[in-house]
């Protein structure tokens, strides 16, 4: 099971709050780490990896950002 737990709410109009927020900061790595967590937890792991390939292309030096990749595939 590759289950993912983060504490995010269920809400999936958050997706679209945190898009929004992207258009408008569209070089804030954290937006997509944030949205990817949301993915996850909705196994829509394409673009969960995708956002968060996207937050490591912004800040390669974030750490977290690679953790929560792994996480998906232990």
């Known amino acids: ?3 993912i737990s983060y504490a995010v709410p269920k809400d999936t109009s958050i997706i679209g709050l945190i898009s ?3 258009i408008h ?3 804030n790595p954290e937006l997509y780490s944030d949205r990817a967590k ?3 937890t909705q196994k829509e792991l394409n673009l969960a ?3 968060m390939e996207k937050a490591i292309s ?3 030096l ?3 950002y690679y953790n929560i990749i792994s996480d998906y595939w232990i």
Request: net charge negative; charged share 40%; hydrophobic share 30%.
């Open 1 to 3: 099971d590759k289950s």
């Open 20 to 22: 929004d927020s992207i």
């Open 25 to 27: 900061s569209p070089k």
């Open 38 to 40: 949301i993915y996850f």
């Open 49 to 51: 990896l995708r956002d």
């Open 58 to 60: 912004l800040d390669s």
């Open 62 to 64: 974030n750490v977290d």
